[in-house]
């Protein structure tokens, strides 16, 4: 769940976009691993990491490879000019006038070195990512197709060994466009999380987002509310299956996901749990000022700048709101693009590839995001009264770091909702040093997920896995 305006970090704003063009150079020690394999690891830049991640592939004498930049939403981008030449290995993304350079020594399964693009230099380390042995679970799985209203969606099920009948639980991905795992910057949480909680007991349900993966339909037609009507379609599903309790199925919902796990819950009774990881509990457009002024302080912003973010946010909501006056919000936009472009010199706009069409194209993206069903439902949508509404257990956990849906707002305001309604089923933690994605976190800001170790922060999966339990079993 990402801010959508952010004009007063600018530094954080434009510095992602500075690895546009790469060209590597790595020196390979005679009688190590060559280089073929994945990489991940942070460029240093200043006041941020941005983690990228390259994937280099040999055929005979060949090398060819891929590179994925998290922050910018680019994956599986083709690289150029891959090969080797003795103890030399060099390839190039070619996609602006400019060239950023690595220059770094492989030592064991580690690169670390320089990186250099215009007057900048940074240090950078990329770590070899060694995927485990294939091992198969002590488990059933099994891939299912599930109709909602005239969309098919693909997920895996989950269950113990044996016939059952097993509590079962649906897993709610968090916005944006996720597949089956949620996974992000290489995190694949829900496919820990399932397969925790398997373990556990329970038969766990994921799926792939409307439009992703293997599931039909159009994920930016899409509205939380539609995420809730496809978690009800998932739970029906579940409870035709013979080896499935049909009065314990639960949800589990991280971010929006959770907002979704609160819409379904209020309404059908026959929830038997609801978990609710770093779930809003205040309105939409509530929580992107939070984002907006947390990720502009973390970014070094000043006092006014962070004012003159949230006025700006707010325009956008009376906008969108009213439905007019959008020339005016497109011009205001423009105006905070230029201005971002403008604290760069020449020589790092033309070596990050930021042209007027550039930042045009950015203009009318943002312009899109915000006209559409789904901010608009976001922004409105208040879950305290659904919250008060819900009869069922709930457990509901924060990340103490958390920068998108902050710890601090979050639970005094469902604290809040718990004592007004008299509703004392509700258990609510935070969880120390966790962040949104719930990792062991140094800062909590975002631009750091891609650099953590792709693993919850310890012992979150048994704290969920036994309050399930505990409540399944009561």
Known sequence: ??????????????????????????????GQTGPAGRWEGPIRLPGMDLGVIVHLDRQGDSLSGTIDIPMQMAR??????????????????????????????????????????????????????????????????????????????????????????????????????????????????????????????????????????????????????SFAADARSQMVFLASRAEIRSDAIGVLGHSEGALAAVMLSAVHHDVAFAVLLAGPAVAGGDIILGQVERMARAGGASDSA????IVSQKQVYAVVRADSGWDGLRAMLVANMQESAASLTAEQRASAGITDSVLSARVEAQLATVRSPWFRRFISYDPAGDIAAITCPVLALFGSLDMQVPADQNRSALESIIASSGRSSITVRTIGGANHLFQQAHTGAPAEYGTLAKAFIPGLPAIIGGWMSRVVHH
């Open 76 to 225: 599986g981008l083709r690289l150029q000019d891959v090969g080797s030449s003795g103890a030399m290995v060099h390839f190039a993304l070619k996609a602006g006038p400019g060239l950023a350079n690595f220059v770094g020594t492989l030592a064991g399964d580690s690169i670390s070195g320089i990186f250099t693009q215009a007057s900048m230099r940074c240090p950078f380390v990329l770590r070899r990512a060694v995927p485990p042995a294939a091992v198969a679970p002590p488990y059933h799985t099994e891939e299912v197709t599930i109709r909602s209203g005239g969309v098919s969606l693909a997920g895996t099920l989950t269950h113990p060994e044996g016939n059952g009948p097993f509590p079962a639980v649906v897993l709610l991905t968090g916005s944006g466009a996720q597949n089956r795992d949620e996974e992000i910057f290489g995190f694949a949480p829900f496919k820990i999380l399932a397969d925790s909680l398997t373990l556990a007991g329970f038969a766990v349900l994921r799926c792939d987002d409307r439009g992703v993966g293997g599931s039909t339909g159009s994920y930016a037609e899409a509205t939380t509310d």
């Open 306 to 309: 962070v004012a003159a973010a």
């Open 1 to 30: 769940m990402m801010p959508i305006l952010t004009t007063p970090a600018r530094r954080c704003t434009i510095l992602p976009l500075l690895v546009a063009v790469l060209l590597v150079a790595v020196t390979v020690t005679r």
